[in-house]
């Protein structure tokens, strides 16, 4: 809207420039003629947009209300409006301002078809509209295109790096496609833990007042192959001072214990987990204990087992022996983590 009211400004002025020297000699009253017609055709092309996009808005709020989408006055509303943008689009194919605004709109009303047609043609007339590349990155993302989806958004990011969605939606990207991406060599596992580490740290620099955005960055070290757990307990001791209410300060706790479990800071872990106590985290709690006390097990074996070896020479069936039970515990441990994956306790 601010991009088209001073062009409709500018031109305008334009307008009123030339009607003010077409009387000034020398002059060709034909040639000024024709650019005076041209100036007024313009400003009036422009105000017939913003007659559009002032129903637009009005329509789009309604038609977000609950039930209102599926009713006759919906469809009868989304045919005046398509009505109005063919005829405009019709005269003014190039304007690449009003392709986005039509393309957005498209999507407001679920005709993803055309929104691409629009998002596309608008970046062949402007290359370096970043808006656009985020777009079309997006309809291509929900379409599994995840190759075009990947390109578009890093061609979003190199051209406006300070857009912190932008940021945001690779992450989502990366996440969502990750296997797709490394298996079609679109990206090696090292490149995409780097990039997709470095979407979310982006998006909540960019917006440190977004709690979502620094929720999302904290949560984003469970996907990686080599977290940084000493930085994720640092970003989730930030949100739990931040932290108002009750069930959140619990659910921020519950991750604190498990990067401290990550981090084999299994005591502390423990210490943390008994704040723990809303009904919802019972199930994450009892995974993280389970993990804990294998854990301690595990250790005191391991202090026995080296008190008898001064004591008793190990032979052969001894290290099968061990060899055995160390791989039946890695089992259970690996068990409980999944079971603390698939609990899902660090959703905000």
Same mark, same amino acid.
């Given at each position: 809207m601010g991009k088209i009211a001073v062009k409709f400004i500018a031109i305008f002025l334009s307008a009123l420039f030339l009607m003010s020297c077409a009387g000034n000699p020398p002059k060709d009253t034909s040639l000024s003629a024709k650019k005076t017609n041209a100036a007024n055709a313009q400003t009036l092309s422009q105000r017939k947009l913003l007659s559009i996009i002032s129903e637009q808005e009005s329509f789009l709020d309604w038609y977000s209300q609950k039930d209102n989408s599926q009713t006759i006055d919906?469809?009868?509303? /989304? +045919?005046?409006l398509n009505s109005l943008w063919s005829e405009y689009?019709? /005269?003014? *194919?190039n304007d690449a301002d009003a392709l986005i605004i039509h393309g957005k709109y498209c999507r407001a009303i679920g005709d993803y078809k055309s929104a691409y047609e629009s998002f596309q043609k608008a970046d062949l007339l402007d290359d370096?509209?970043?808006?656009?590349?985020q777009q079309l990155a997006a309809l291509e993302g929900e379409d599994g295109n995840f190759e075009k989806s990947y390109a578009h958004l890093k061609s979003a990011i190199a051209?406006? *790096?300070?857009?912190?969605?932008?940021? +945001? &939606?690779?992450?989502q990207l990366l996440i969502l496609y990750k296997e797709d991406l490394i298996k079609s060599g679109v990206l090696s596992r090292e490149s995409w833990n780097r990039e997709f580490s470095d979407s979310y740290a982006k998006a909540s620099a960019l917006n440190p007042k977004s709690s979502e955005l620094? @929720? !999302?960055? !904290? &949560?984003?070290?469970?996907?990686?192959?080599?977290?940084? @757990? &000493? $930085?994720?307990?640092? /970003?989730w001791d930030e949100l739990l001072k931040d932290s108002n209410f009750i069930l959140e300060k619990e659910t921020i706790n519950a991750n604190r214990a498990r990067v401290l479990i990550e981090?084999?800071?299994?005591?502390?872990?423990? =210490?943390v987990l008994k704040t723990v106590t809303h009904p919802d985290l019972q199930r994450a709690k009892m995974s993280m204990l389970a993990v804990i006390a294998q854990a301690k097990i595990s250790s005191e074996q391991k202090r026995n087992q080296d008190s008898l070896d001064h004591v008793l020479p190990r032979t052969a069936d001894d290290? !099968?022996?061990?060899?055995?039970?160390?791989? &039946? $515990? =890695? !089992? =259970?441990i690996s068990e409980?983590? $999944? +079971?603390?994956?698939?609990? $899902?306790?660090?959703?905000?």
């Open positions: 919906a469809l009868n509303g /989304i +045919k005046r689009l019709l /005269i003014n *194919p370096n509209l970043a808006v656009v590349k051209l406006a *790096p300070d857009v912190s969605i932008y940021h +945001k &939606q690779m992450g620094k @929720w !999302a960055y !904290a &949560q984003s070290f469970y996907d990686l192959d080599n977290a940084d @757990w &000493q $930085k994720a307990l640092k /970003i981090l084999y800071k299994d005591s502390e872990a423990h =210490e290290e !099968a022996l061990k060899n055995t039970e160390n791989l &039946q $515990k =890695e !089992a =259970e409980q983590v $999944k +079971k603390m994956e698939n609990n $899902k306790i660090y959703t905000h």
